[in-house]
């Protein structure tokens, strides 16, 4: 498509699972002609290709600065990202040859609702998560339930009414109080998010209906646009060796080739996605159970980092390698996930949930086992268990330690061939890949909120 005069202002929050989905939307956005200015600092820089096209653009805003180490970290990131880059992105837009028409801005970064009326131009959120997941973080910021006794919390305004324990909560909501900067600052924040021009979900139509409707319902207007899974295209050959995200720790030949010498739907994948860590009881059990049930499996672990060096598996990891030889493949690092997920020999997936995850399960048309941790990851499981039914509960919460035998017996049950979760998940698989390829759902929402960017008239201060 040939570029038109439209610029877009894309604002990630700085994380690999916030940040990968909203430069997918980026590239497609691209395709279709928009100009694109993507910012970034110099740690995710080299996740932004320098000469994917002349009309994605970055800029490179300085790293951030933490302070206060007490604050909660995600707090202490999003300030330091407003007080810091506030006053450069005026100047950039005021002076830019082309300003941009709009802002897409995680829905992390409420505050450039404030960016996007001093400029004068409508601000987009982009959720990472889900429609199910968001029409929650809506309900739970706006209306304030309250939690007595560690009770069980209700949403009856949702679709399908969910009830969740009141500890599977965002963190935010039950650990600081009404008045604290904290919680008022996460309020705020959502609040900001319903106030938006329009919302733009990683998900699709076929998915996630319901909550679509019901997101449209709560900002009483149409501007909502399910353009996902915004993922390469497990059938065109998009994914091949392309490591989304990171380089991989693993070398590709190698997995491939342990891969191809598997039986179609014999390997269970693990993986608990880039933040969470197990503790170490919990990885005992998980080795054992993937031992006691005798299937291939490919365990994905995330490396140590400064806040978890009590959680150093590197034993139990050489010690499983050896008990199960050839059967186990372990990666310490960042996984190829696509490239696992969707070779043959894969069938069913252990995960913690993640949003991400979640997406890149339904599209390869694998039987899911969650294990969710936190965020928005017990909707998703919500989702992918009680309604959409292509997922068996292995485990919830990051204290929970399932029974080895229990959870064997769960991983050996994944890769069955003839489960109804199993047949779902296929037929899911179909709704993904119809809805991304040509003329599908997607395809279509993609084009309507070009179209919709285009006729954007911006009005000069």
Known sequence: MSPTKTHVLAYPFPSSGHLIPLLDLCKALVSRGINVTVL?????????????????????????????????????????????????????????????????????????????????????????????????????WRDLPQIENNDVVSFPKLPNSPIYPSWQLTYHFRESKRGEFEWEFHRENMLLNLETWGIVFNTFTELERIYLDHVKKELDHERVWAVGPVLPNPEDGSIGSECRGGSSTVNHDDLIMWLDSCESGSVVYVCFGSRTVLTSEQMEVLTQALELSGVRFILSVKDLDTRHVERDHRNVLSGLANRVGKSGFIIQGWAPQMVILSHRAVGSFLSHCGWNSTLEGVISGVVMLTWPMGADQYTNAKLLVDQLGVAVRAAEGTENVPEPSELARKIKWSLERTTKERVRAEELRGKALGAINKDGSSQEQLDKLVEKLSEIRVVQA
Not at 54 to 77: D, I
């Open 40 to 140: 970034v600092t110099p740690p995710n820089q080299p996740l932004v290709p320098s000469n994917y096209s002349p009309l994605l653009q970055t800029l490179v805003l300085p790293n951030l600065q933490f302070p206060n180490p007490n604050q909660n970290r995600l707090v202490a990131m999003v300030t330091s990202m407003r007080q810091n880059h506030y006053p450069i992105l005026l100047d950039w837009a005021m002076t830019h040859p082309l300003p941009p028409k709009a802002i897409i801005s995680d829905f992390f970064l409420g505050w450039t609702h404030y960016l996007a009326r001093d400029l004068h131009v409508p601000r987009l959120v982009f959720s990472p998560s889900g429609a199910f997941a968001l029409s929650v973080s809506f309900s739970l």
